[in-house]
Protein backbone atom coordinates (compact mmCIF):
# COMPACT_ATOMS: atom_id res chain seq x y z
CA UNK A 1 0.00 0.00 0.00
CA UNK A 2 1.10 3.83 -1.15
CA UNK A 3 2.13 5.61 2.15
CA UNK A 4 0.10 8.85 2.27
CA UNK A 5 0.25 11.94 3.94
CA UNK A 6 -2.43 14.53 3.94
CA UNK A 7 -1.52 17.54 4.79
CA UNK A 8 -3.95 20.98 4.97
CA UNK A 9 -2.56 23.00 7.48
CA UNK A 10 0.50 26.21 7.31
CA UNK A 11 3.49 25.38 8.25
CA UNK A 12 3.38 21.17 7.71
CA UNK A 13 6.86 20.10 6.72
CA UNK A 14 7.17 19.33 3.21
CA UNK A 15 8.16 16.13 1.95
CA UNK A 16 11.68 16.26 0.51
CA UNK A 17 14.47 13.66 -0.72
CA UNK A 18 13.82 9.98 -1.57
CA UNK A 19 14.64 6.72 -0.14
CA UNK A 20 15.40 3.30 -1.09
CA UNK A 21 14.03 0.42 1.44
CA UNK A 22 16.97 -1.48 0.90
CA UNK A 23 19.58 1.21 1.36
CA UNK A 24 20.62 1.53 -2.70
CA UNK A 25 22.29 4.51 -3.68
CA UNK A 26 20.32 6.54 -6.53
CA UNK A 27 20.70 5.19 -9.89
CA UNK A 28 22.01 8.10 -11.65
CA UNK A 29 21.89 10.52 -9.02
CA UNK A 30 22.27 14.15 -10.56
CA UNK A 31 22.09 16.42 -8.09
CA UNK A 32 23.19 19.13 -10.26
CA UNK A 33 19.61 19.40 -11.70
CA UNK A 34 21.29 19.33 -15.24
CA UNK A 35 19.22 17.10 -17.63
CA UNK A 36 21.58 13.63 -17.06
CA UNK A 37 20.00 10.56 -18.30
CA UNK A 38 22.77 7.75 -17.86
CA UNK A 39 21.53 4.28 -15.77
CA UNK A 40 24.37 2.56 -14.61
CA UNK A 41 23.08 0.65 -11.13
CA UNK A 42 22.43 -2.93 -11.12
CA UNK A 43 18.65 -1.80 -9.37
CA UNK A 44 17.20 -0.25 -12.27
CA UNK A 45 15.88 -1.29 -15.40
CA UNK A 46 15.80 1.15 -18.28
CA UNK A 47 12.83 -0.89 -19.77
CA UNK A 48 10.10 -3.83 -18.62
CA UNK A 49 8.83 -3.98 -15.29
CA UNK A 50 10.00 -3.77 -12.53
CA UNK A 51 11.37 -0.44 -12.76
CA UNK A 52 13.76 -1.42 -9.98
CA UNK A 53 14.43 -4.93 -8.26
CA UNK A 54 14.84 -3.37 -4.59
CA UNK A 55 12.15 -0.95 -3.63
CA UNK A 56 12.36 2.88 -3.44
CA UNK A 57 10.13 5.34 -2.74
CA UNK A 58 9.38 8.95 -4.26
CA UNK A 59 7.70 11.19 -2.64
CA UNK A 60 5.06 12.63 -4.65
CA UNK A 61 2.89 16.07 -3.77
CA UNK A 62 -0.62 16.70 -5.52
CA UNK A 63 -3.09 19.14 -5.06
CA UNK A 64 -7.20 18.69 -4.90
CA UNK A 65 -9.59 20.63 -4.34
CA UNK A 66 -11.29 21.04 -0.72
CA UNK A 67 -11.97 18.22 1.42
CA UNK A 68 -11.31 15.46 -1.14
CA UNK A 69 -7.96 13.80 0.24
CA UNK A 70 -6.00 11.02 -0.78
CA UNK A 71 -8.87 8.45 -1.50
CA UNK A 72 -7.83 8.25 -5.36
CA UNK A 73 -4.40 6.78 -3.50
CA UNK A 74 -6.36 3.43 -3.18
CA UNK A 75 -6.84 3.24 -6.89
CA UNK A 76 -6.24 -0.39 -7.73
CA UNK A 77 -4.28 0.33 -11.07
CA UNK A 78 -1.85 2.71 -8.36
CA UNK A 79 -1.90 -0.12 -6.21
CA UNK A 80 -0.69 -2.78 -9.07
CA UNK A 81 1.70 -0.02 -10.54
CA UNK A 82 3.58 -0.03 -6.89
CA UNK A 83 3.61 -4.07 -6.94
CA UNK A 84 4.89 -4.65 -10.16
CA UNK A 85 7.65 -1.51 -10.49
CA UNK A 86 8.61 -1.86 -6.84
CA UNK A 87 8.59 2.15 -6.62
CA UNK A 88 6.35 3.02 -3.63
CA UNK A 89 4.89 6.40 -4.32
CA UNK A 90 4.52 8.30 -0.72
CA UNK A 91 1.65 10.94 -1.45
CA UNK A 92 1.70 14.07 0.16
CA UNK A 93 -2.13 15.72 -0.76
CA UNK A 94 -2.79 19.38 -0.09
CA UNK A 95 -5.67 21.05 -0.15
CA UNK A 96 -6.12 23.72 -2.81
CA UNK A 97 -7.62 26.27 0.01
CA UNK A 98 -4.22 26.08 2.03
CA UNK A 99 -1.98 25.73 -1.47
CA UNK A 100 -1.36 29.32 -2.35
CA UNK A 101 0.42 30.14 0.70
CA UNK A 102 2.37 27.05 1.34
CA UNK A 103 3.41 27.14 -2.17
CA UNK A 104 5.14 30.25 -1.61
CA UNK A 105 6.67 28.89 1.51
CA UNK A 106 8.03 25.85 -0.66
CA UNK A 107 9.33 27.50 -3.21
CA UNK A 108 11.22 30.29 -0.91
CA UNK A 109 12.75 27.26 1.09
CA UNK A 110 13.72 25.25 -2.29
CA UNK A 111 12.68 22.13 -0.19
CA UNK A 112 10.54 19.65 -2.86
CA UNK A 113 9.52 16.50 -2.86
CA UNK A 114 10.87 14.56 -5.56
CA UNK A 115 7.65 14.60 -8.32
CA UNK A 116 4.74 16.85 -8.33
CA UNK A 117 1.33 15.55 -10.01
CA UNK A 118 -1.56 17.43 -11.37
CA UNK A 119 -1.17 21.14 -12.80
CA UNK A 120 -3.07 23.09 -9.87
CA UNK A 121 0.59 22.81 -7.82
CA UNK A 122 2.73 24.85 -10.43
CA UNK A 123 1.42 27.18 -13.13
CA UNK A 124 3.53 28.41 -15.86
CA UNK A 125 4.68 31.30 -14.69
CA UNK A 126 5.86 29.43 -10.76
CA UNK A 127 7.85 26.76 -13.00
CA UNK A 128 9.31 29.72 -15.28
CA UNK A 129 10.72 31.83 -12.15
CA UNK A 130 11.90 28.95 -10.32
CA UNK A 131 13.79 26.92 -13.45
CA UNK A 132 16.23 25.64 -10.66
CA UNK A 133 13.95 23.82 -8.86
CA UNK A 134 12.81 21.74 -11.68
CA UNK A 135 14.17 19.29 -14.30
CA UNK A 136 14.32 19.23 -17.75
CA UNK A 137 13.09 16.04 -18.81
CA UNK A 138 14.19 15.98 -22.53
CA UNK A 139 16.63 13.28 -22.66
CA UNK A 140 14.35 11.18 -19.77
CA UNK A 141 11.77 11.30 -22.53
CA UNK A 142 13.94 10.16 -25.30
CA UNK A 143 15.68 7.29 -23.05
CA UNK A 144 13.25 6.20 -20.56
CA UNK A 145 9.62 7.21 -22.07
CA UNK A 146 8.70 5.12 -24.73
CA UNK A 147 4.94 5.70 -23.94
CA UNK A 148 5.40 9.60 -24.17
CA UNK A 149 7.48 9.75 -26.51
CA UNK A 150 5.11 7.62 -29.25
CA UNK A 151 2.15 9.67 -28.08
CA UNK A 152 3.89 13.23 -29.15
CA UNK A 153 4.43 11.40 -32.33
CA UNK A 154 1.45 10.81 -32.85
CA UNK A 155 0.07 14.15 -31.46
CA UNK A 156 2.84 17.11 -31.85
CA UNK A 157 0.73 19.38 -29.97
CA UNK A 158 1.93 17.38 -26.67
CA UNK A 159 5.40 18.56 -27.69
CA UNK A 160 4.52 22.11 -28.54
CA UNK A 161 2.01 22.42 -25.63
CA UNK A 162 5.08 21.26 -23.07
CA UNK A 163 8.53 22.72 -24.30
CA UNK A 164 9.51 26.16 -22.61
CA UNK A 165 10.55 28.62 -24.03
CA UNK A 166 14.33 27.89 -23.75
CA UNK A 167 12.95 25.11 -26.23
CA UNK A 168 13.10 22.62 -23.16
CA UNK A 169 10.53 20.17 -21.63
CA UNK A 170 10.15 20.99 -17.63
CA UNK A 171 6.61 18.61 -17.08
CA UNK A 172 4.90 16.23 -18.49
CA UNK A 173 1.49 16.82 -20.56
CA UNK A 174 -1.61 14.92 -20.58
CA UNK A 175 -4.65 14.27 -23.14
CA UNK A 176 -7.69 13.48 -20.92
CA UNK A 177 -10.27 10.76 -22.66
CA UNK A 178 -13.30 11.36 -24.10
CA UNK A 179 -13.78 15.13 -23.73
CA UNK A 180 -15.67 17.07 -26.39
CA UNK A 181 -14.58 19.80 -29.08
CA UNK A 182 -17.18 22.32 -28.52
CA UNK A 183 -17.03 24.51 -25.10
CA UNK A 184 -19.77 26.74 -23.68
CA UNK A 185 -22.80 26.05 -25.90
CA UNK A 186 -25.99 28.01 -26.87
CA UNK A 187 -29.06 26.63 -24.03
CA UNK A 188 -32.37 27.80 -24.36
CA UNK A 189 -36.21 27.14 -22.80
CA UNK A 190 -37.28 24.81 -25.26
CA UNK A 191 -40.65 24.68 -22.78
CA UNK A 192 -41.18 28.41 -23.75
CA UNK A 193 -40.62 28.17 -27.49
CA UNK A 194 -43.03 25.17 -27.74
CA UNK A 195 -45.67 27.44 -25.43
CA UNK A 196 -44.98 29.34 -28.40
CA UNK A 197 -44.88 28.03 -31.09
CA UNK A 198 -41.38 28.94 -32.04
CA UNK A 199 -38.68 27.05 -33.57
CA UNK A 200 -35.34 26.88 -31.86
CA UNK A 201 -33.55 29.85 -33.43
CA UNK A 202 -30.62 29.23 -35.95
CA UNK A 203 -30.06 33.00 -37.34
CA UNK A 204 -29.21 36.53 -35.21
CA UNK A 205 -32.73 37.71 -36.64
CA UNK A 206 -34.24 34.43 -35.38
CA UNK A 207 -32.54 34.97 -32.23
CA UNK A 208 -33.82 38.01 -31.96
CA UNK A 209 -37.53 37.91 -32.61
CA UNK A 210 -37.37 34.37 -29.97
CA UNK A 211 -35.96 36.66 -26.97
CA UNK A 212 -38.71 39.31 -28.14
CA UNK A 213 -41.29 36.28 -27.53
CA UNK A 214 -40.08 35.31 -24.54
CA UNK A 215 -40.52 39.35 -22.95
CA UNK A 216 -43.82 39.96 -24.35
CA UNK A 217 -45.47 36.87 -24.75
CA UNK A 218 -45.55 35.22 -20.85
CA UNK A 219 -44.08 31.86 -21.62
CA UNK A 220 -44.17 30.82 -18.37
CA UNK A 221 -47.45 30.96 -18.21
CA UNK A 222 -47.56 32.59 -15.03
CA UNK A 223 -50.07 36.31 -15.58
CA UNK A 224 -46.64 38.24 -15.04
CA UNK A 225 -44.52 39.48 -17.45
CA UNK A 226 -41.74 38.45 -15.46
CA UNK A 227 -39.37 36.57 -17.95
CA UNK A 228 -35.72 37.72 -18.84
CA UNK A 229 -34.49 37.00 -22.17
CA UNK A 230 -31.20 36.70 -20.93
CA UNK A 231 -29.04 37.38 -17.70
CA UNK A 232 -25.18 37.42 -16.60
CA UNK A 233 -23.39 38.69 -14.01
CA UNK A 234 -20.96 41.45 -13.86
CA UNK A 235 -20.74 41.76 -18.22
CA UNK A 236 -22.28 39.42 -20.73
CA UNK A 237 -21.08 36.28 -21.65
CA UNK A 238 -18.25 36.93 -24.41
CA UNK A 239 -20.03 33.79 -26.23
CA UNK A 240 -22.74 36.03 -27.32
CA UNK A 241 -20.45 37.41 -29.68
CA UNK A 242 -19.75 34.28 -31.05
CA UNK A 243 -21.78 35.07 -34.00
CA UNK A 244 -19.82 37.09 -35.14
CA UNK A 245 -16.83 34.82 -35.28
CA UNK A 246 -15.09 35.80 -31.72
CA UNK A 247 -14.34 32.74 -30.17
CA UNK A 248 -11.73 33.56 -27.39
CA UNK A 249 -10.88 30.13 -25.50
CA UNK A 250 -8.24 31.24 -23.64
CA UNK A 251 -10.02 34.72 -22.16
CA UNK A 252 -6.86 36.86 -23.64
CA UNK A 253 -8.61 38.41 -26.47
CA UNK A 254 -6.73 36.58 -28.95
CA UNK A 255 -7.88 34.53 -31.64
CA UNK A 256 -6.74 33.42 -35.21
CA UNK A 257 -8.78 34.83 -38.02
CA UNK A 258 -7.30 33.16 -41.79
CA UNK A 259 -4.14 31.81 -40.08
CA UNK A 260 -3.52 34.96 -38.48
CA UNK A 261 -3.99 36.54 -34.96
CA UNK A 262 -6.41 39.11 -34.45
CA UNK A 263 -6.87 41.15 -31.21
CA UNK A 264 -10.56 41.11 -30.52
CA UNK A 265 -11.17 44.01 -29.10
CA UNK A 266 -10.12 46.17 -31.69
CA UNK A 267 -11.33 44.09 -34.54
CA UNK A 268 -14.72 44.87 -36.87
CA UNK A 269 -16.29 41.77 -35.83
CA UNK A 270 -16.51 42.69 -32.24
CA UNK A 271 -17.34 46.53 -32.74
CA UNK A 272 -20.73 44.99 -35.21
CA UNK A 273 -21.05 42.71 -32.05
CA UNK A 274 -21.29 45.42 -29.72
CA UNK A 275 -23.79 46.90 -31.78
CA UNK A 276 -25.78 43.81 -31.96
CA UNK A 277 -25.77 43.36 -28.18
CA UNK A 278 -26.86 46.86 -27.42
CA UNK A 279 -29.60 46.33 -29.45
CA UNK A 280 -30.86 43.75 -27.35
CA UNK A 281 -30.03 45.83 -24.11
CA UNK A 282 -31.82 48.53 -25.23
CA UNK A 283 -35.23 46.94 -26.04
CA UNK A 284 -34.97 44.92 -23.17
CA UNK A 285 -33.95 41.83 -23.82
CA UNK A 286 -30.85 41.96 -21.74
CA UNK A 287 -31.66 42.12 -17.67
CA UNK A 288 -30.92 45.49 -16.77
CA UNK A 289 -29.22 44.21 -13.84
CA UNK A 290 -26.34 42.20 -15.91
CA UNK A 291 -23.58 44.67 -15.42
CA UNK A 292 -24.33 44.65 -11.51
CA UNK A 293 -25.72 41.80 -10.28
CA UNK A 294 -23.16 39.03 -8.83
CA UNK A 295 -23.85 35.06 -8.70
CA UNK A 296 -26.31 34.30 -5.98
CA UNK A 297 -28.76 37.00 -7.37
CA UNK A 298 -28.25 35.29 -10.76
CA UNK A 299 -28.21 31.66 -9.34
CA UNK A 300 -31.97 32.80 -7.79
CA UNK A 301 -33.42 33.87 -11.44
CA UNK A 302 -32.47 30.92 -12.92
CA UNK A 303 -33.63 28.92 -10.14
CA UNK A 304 -36.68 31.12 -9.03
CA UNK A 305 -39.11 28.55 -7.27
CA UNK A 306 -42.26 29.88 -8.59
CA UNK A 307 -41.17 29.91 -12.42
CA UNK A 308 -39.03 30.13 -14.63
CA UNK A 309 -37.63 33.17 -15.47
CA UNK A 310 -34.73 33.12 -17.91
CA UNK A 311 -34.60 32.08 -21.59
CA UNK A 312 -31.40 31.95 -23.11
CA UNK A 313 -27.41 31.53 -22.02
CA UNK A 314 -24.22 29.41 -23.04
CA UNK A 315 -23.73 26.70 -20.51
CA UNK A 316 -22.10 23.62 -20.62
CA UNK A 317 -24.71 21.34 -20.43
CA UNK A 318 -28.27 22.41 -20.33
CA UNK A 319 -28.95 21.42 -17.19
CA UNK A 320 -25.65 22.75 -15.14
CA UNK A 321 -27.58 26.01 -13.75
CA UNK A 322 -31.04 25.94 -13.90
CA UNK A 323 -32.44 23.87 -11.07
CA UNK A 324 -35.71 22.68 -10.66
CA UNK A 325 -36.50 24.13 -14.44
CA UNK A 326 -33.55 22.22 -15.87
CA UNK A 327 -35.64 19.27 -17.83
CA UNK A 328 -36.51 22.51 -19.74
CA UNK A 329 -33.61 23.61 -21.08
CA UNK A 330 -31.95 21.64 -24.28
CA UNK A 331 -28.34 22.79 -26.07
CA UNK A 332 -28.44 24.16 -29.52
CA UNK A 333 -26.58 24.80 -32.73
CA UNK A 334 -24.26 27.91 -32.98
CA UNK A 335 -26.49 30.84 -33.90
CA UNK A 336 -25.06 31.77 -37.46
CA UNK A 337 -24.21 35.59 -37.89
CA UNK A 338 -24.23 38.12 -40.25
CA UNK A 339 -21.72 36.43 -42.65
CA UNK A 340 -24.23 32.74 -42.58
CA UNK A 341 -21.55 31.40 -41.18
CA UNK A 342 -21.78 29.07 -37.57
CA UNK A 343 -18.80 29.39 -35.33
CA UNK A 344 -18.60 27.58 -31.88
CA UNK A 345 -15.68 28.34 -29.38
CA UNK A 346 -13.72 25.21 -28.54
CA UNK A 347 -10.57 23.48 -29.99
CA UNK A 348 -10.68 21.41 -33.42
CA UNK A 349 -8.02 18.59 -31.26
CA UNK A 350 -10.82 18.30 -28.69
CA UNK A 351 -10.88 20.55 -25.21
CA UNK A 352 -8.04 17.28 -23.89
CA UNK A 353 -4.72 18.63 -24.32
CA UNK A 354 -3.11 20.21 -20.34
CA UNK A 355 0.54 20.66 -19.49
CA UNK A 356 2.16 21.01 -16.02
CA UNK A 357 0.86 17.92 -15.21
CA UNK A 358 4.01 16.02 -13.81
CA UNK A 359 7.20 18.04 -12.91
CA UNK A 360 10.42 15.89 -11.48
CA UNK A 361 12.43 17.90 -9.16
CA UNK A 362 16.48 19.16 -9.02
CA UNK A 363 15.77 17.12 -5.38
CA UNK A 364 15.10 13.63 -6.91
CA UNK A 365 17.69 11.45 -6.96
CA UNK A 366 16.06 8.79 -8.52
CA UNK A 367 15.16 11.40 -11.85
CA UNK A 368 14.98 8.00 -14.29
CA UNK A 369 13.34 6.02 -11.93
CA UNK A 370 10.51 8.85 -12.18
CA UNK A 371 10.29 9.04 -15.40
CA UNK A 372 9.97 4.95 -15.86
CA UNK A 373 7.29 5.52 -13.50
CA UNK A 374 5.28 8.34 -15.12
CA UNK A 375 5.86 6.70 -18.48
CA UNK A 376 3.66 3.64 -16.93
CA UNK A 377 0.55 6.14 -17.08
CA UNK A 378 0.53 7.15 -20.88
CA UNK A 379 -1.22 4.00 -22.13
CA UNK A 380 -4.96 4.08 -22.81
CA UNK A 381 -6.05 1.93 -20.24
CA UNK A 382 -4.03 3.35 -17.96
CA UNK A 383 -5.21 6.75 -18.80
CA UNK A 384 -8.92 5.60 -18.21
CA UNK A 385 -8.40 4.27 -14.65
CA UNK A 386 -6.37 7.28 -13.74
CA UNK A 387 -9.51 9.68 -14.70
CA UNK A 388 -12.51 7.39 -14.27
CA UNK A 389 -10.93 4.75 -11.49
CA UNK A 390 -9.67 1.77 -11.93
CA UNK A 391 -11.27 -1.76 -14.31
CA UNK A 392 -13.43 -3.75 -12.03
CA UNK A 393 -13.71 -0.60 -9.61
CA UNK A 394 -15.46 2.11 -12.19
CA UNK A 395 -14.54 1.17 -15.10
CA UNK A 396 -16.29 -2.46 -17.20
CA UNK A 397 -14.20 -4.13 -19.77
CA UNK A 398 -16.45 -5.79 -21.75
CA UNK A 399 -15.87 -8.85 -23.80
CA UNK A 400 -16.00 -6.71 -27.15
CA UNK A 401 -12.72 -4.87 -26.21
CA UNK A 402 -14.98 -1.91 -25.28
CA UNK A 403 -15.10 -0.25 -21.77
CA UNK A 404 -18.06 1.71 -20.46
CA UNK A 405 -18.66 3.17 -17.00
CA UNK A 406 -20.02 1.63 -13.83
CA UNK A 407 -23.30 2.96 -12.05
CA UNK A 408 -21.80 5.16 -8.77
CA UNK A 409 -22.91 4.19 -5.36
CA UNK A 410 -26.38 4.71 -4.45
CA UNK A 411 -26.29 8.67 -2.85
CA UNK A 412 -23.26 9.00 -4.95
CA UNK A 413 -22.77 11.46 -7.79
CA UNK A 414 -20.64 10.23 -11.17
CA UNK A 415 -18.55 12.97 -10.92
CA UNK A 416 -17.82 13.13 -7.11
CA UNK A 417 -17.39 8.90 -7.24
CA UNK A 418 -14.92 9.78 -10.34
CA UNK A 419 -12.67 12.21 -8.34
CA UNK A 420 -12.53 9.76 -5.36
CA UNK A 421 -11.54 6.96 -7.42
CA UNK A 422 -8.99 8.08 -9.42
CA UNK A 423 -6.75 11.58 -9.78
CA UNK A 424 -9.18 12.59 -12.09
CA UNK A 425 -8.23 15.99 -14.34
CA UNK A 426 -4.81 15.75 -12.80
CA UNK A 427 -1.95 13.69 -13.41
CA UNK A 428 -0.01 12.16 -16.94
CA UNK A 429 -2.43 10.83 -19.91
CA UNK A 430 -2.49 10.00 -23.18
CA UNK A 431 -5.82 8.63 -24.51
CA UNK A 432 -5.27 8.24 -28.84
CA UNK A 433 -8.48 9.33 -30.67
CA UNK A 434 -8.39 5.49 -31.74
CA UNK A 435 -8.39 3.92 -28.01
CA UNK A 436 -11.25 6.50 -27.64
CA UNK A 437 -13.90 4.59 -30.14
CA UNK A 438 -13.48 1.79 -27.36
CA UNK A 439 -15.00 4.01 -24.67
CA UNK A 440 -18.62 3.66 -24.29
CA UNK A 441 -20.60 6.35 -22.69
CA UNK A 442 -24.01 6.72 -21.30
CA UNK A 443 -25.31 9.58 -23.53
CA UNK A 444 -28.02 10.85 -20.96
CA UNK A 445 -25.27 12.26 -18.45
CA UNK A 446 -21.95 13.51 -17.28
CA UNK A 447 -19.31 13.02 -20.04
CA UNK A 448 -21.40 11.31 -22.43
CA UNK A 449 -24.30 13.74 -22.70
CA UNK A 450 -21.64 16.39 -23.23
CA UNK A 451 -20.31 14.40 -25.85
CA UNK A 452 -23.69 14.30 -27.31
CA UNK A 453 -24.08 18.10 -27.07
CA UNK A 454 -21.13 18.48 -28.93
CA UNK A 455 -22.19 17.05 -31.97
CA UNK A 456 -24.91 20.30 -32.31
CA UNK A 457 -21.43 22.17 -32.33
CA UNK A 458 -18.07 20.63 -33.46
CA UNK A 459 -18.19 20.70 -37.17
CA UNK A 460 -18.03 25.21 -36.37
CA UNK A 461 -15.55 24.64 -33.79
CA UNK A 462 -12.70 27.54 -34.84
CA UNK A 463 -8.73 27.23 -34.13
CA UNK A 464 -8.07 29.06 -30.97
CA UNK A 465 -4.91 30.97 -30.16
CA UNK A 466 -3.08 27.94 -29.24
CA UNK A 467 -2.25 27.69 -24.67
CA UNK A 468 0.73 29.13 -25.48
CA UNK A 469 3.88 30.36 -22.75
CA UNK A 470 5.96 33.40 -21.59
CA UNK A 471 9.31 34.17 -20.83
CA UNK A 472 10.21 35.25 -17.94
CA UNK A 473 10.88 38.81 -19.09
CA UNK A 474 7.40 38.98 -20.42
CA UNK A 475 5.61 37.29 -17.49
CA UNK A 476 6.91 40.61 -15.69
CA UNK A 477 5.24 42.68 -18.37
CA UNK A 478 2.19 41.60 -18.88
CA UNK A 479 0.20 42.55 -15.75
CA UNK A 480 1.40 46.15 -15.86
CA UNK A 481 -0.30 45.94 -19.46
CA UNK A 482 -2.80 43.93 -18.88
CA UNK A 483 -4.43 45.64 -15.97
CA UNK A 484 -5.43 48.65 -17.47
CA UNK A 485 -6.34 47.67 -20.58
CA UNK A 486 -8.54 45.07 -19.54
CA UNK A 487 -10.32 47.50 -16.78
CA UNK A 488 -10.36 49.62 -19.91
CA UNK A 489 -12.09 47.52 -22.41
CA UNK A 490 -14.70 46.29 -20.02
CA UNK A 491 -15.65 49.33 -18.73
CA UNK A 492 -16.11 50.73 -22.40
CA UNK A 493 -17.84 47.38 -23.58
CA UNK A 494 -20.40 48.02 -20.35
CA UNK A 495 -20.99 51.64 -21.88
CA UNK A 496 -21.56 51.07 -25.54
CA UNK A 497 -24.04 48.17 -24.84
CA UNK A 498 -25.67 50.23 -21.87
CA UNK A 499 -26.29 53.48 -23.57
CA UNK A 500 -24.68 53.04 -27.61
CA UNK A 501 -22.39 55.40 -28.94
CA UNK A 502 -19.43 52.93 -30.20
CA UNK A 503 -19.53 54.23 -33.83
CA UNK A 504 -18.55 58.13 -32.14
CA UNK A 505 -15.74 56.70 -29.97
CA UNK A 506 -14.32 53.30 -31.51
CA UNK A 507 -11.22 55.66 -32.95
CA UNK A 508 -10.69 57.56 -29.80
CA UNK A 509 -11.18 54.04 -28.20
CA UNK A 510 -8.47 52.41 -30.18
CA UNK A 511 -6.43 55.14 -29.88
CA UNK A 512 -6.14 54.83 -26.05
CA UNK A 513 -5.47 51.74 -26.03
CA UNK A 514 -2.54 51.56 -28.33
CA UNK A 515 -1.55 54.83 -25.68
CA UNK A 516 -1.83 52.19 -23.00
CA UNK A 517 1.38 49.99 -24.39
CA UNK A 518 -1.39 47.79 -26.48
CA UNK A 519 0.54 47.05 -29.34
CA UNK A 520 3.59 45.97 -26.14
CA UNK A 521 0.70 43.37 -25.27
CA UNK A 522 0.07 42.04 -28.88
CA UNK A 523 3.92 41.83 -30.00
CA UNK A 524 4.21 39.31 -26.25
CA UNK A 525 1.33 37.74 -27.71
CA UNK A 526 2.64 37.46 -30.99
CA UNK A 527 6.20 36.08 -30.01
CA UNK A 528 4.99 33.44 -27.81
CA UNK A 529 2.86 32.45 -30.69
CA UNK A 530 5.73 31.98 -32.65
CA UNK A 531 7.47 30.47 -30.22
CA UNK A 532 5.03 27.73 -30.10
CA UNK A 533 4.97 27.19 -33.69
CA UNK A 534 8.52 26.95 -34.12
CA UNK A 535 8.96 23.48 -31.47
CA UNK A 536 9.91 20.68 -33.85
Known sequence: MSGVALVSVLGTAVLTGCSSDSGEKSAASNDSGKSSASASNDNFHPEGLPIVDKTVTLNALTIRWGNMGDSFAKNAWLQELEKNSNVKINWQVIS????????SVMLASGKMPDIIVGDMAFGDADIM???????????????????????????????????????????????????PYSSIQPVINKAW?????????????????????????????????????????????????????ITDIRNNHMMLKDGKLEYIPTSDAYK?????????YSEGLIDKETFTQDNTMLTAKRQNPDAALVGFSYQWTPDAVFGPWSKQYVTIAPISGPDGKKYQVGDPNGLSFRRNELLITTACKYPEIAARWADQF???????QNFWGAIGTSISKNDDGTYSLMDPPEGTSADAWYWDSSLRDFGPKYVSPEFEKKIK????????????LDNLGKDYVTQPFPDVMYTVEEYEEMPTLTTDIESYIKSTRAKWITQGGIDEEWD???????????????KIYSDAYDRYQNVK
Open 193 to 245: LDKLGLKEPETLDDLYKVLKAFKEQDPNDNGVLDEIPYSDTKDVDMNLFAPFG
Open 272 to 280: AGIAWVNKL
Open 508 to 522: SYVKQLNDMGLQKLI
Open 378 to 384: YTGEASI
Open 96 to 103: NTDWETQK
Open 441 to 452: LDPATGDGLKLQ
Open 129 to 179: NNLSLFRPLDDYIDQYMPNLKAAMAEMPDLKKLSTFPDGKVYSLPARLPSR
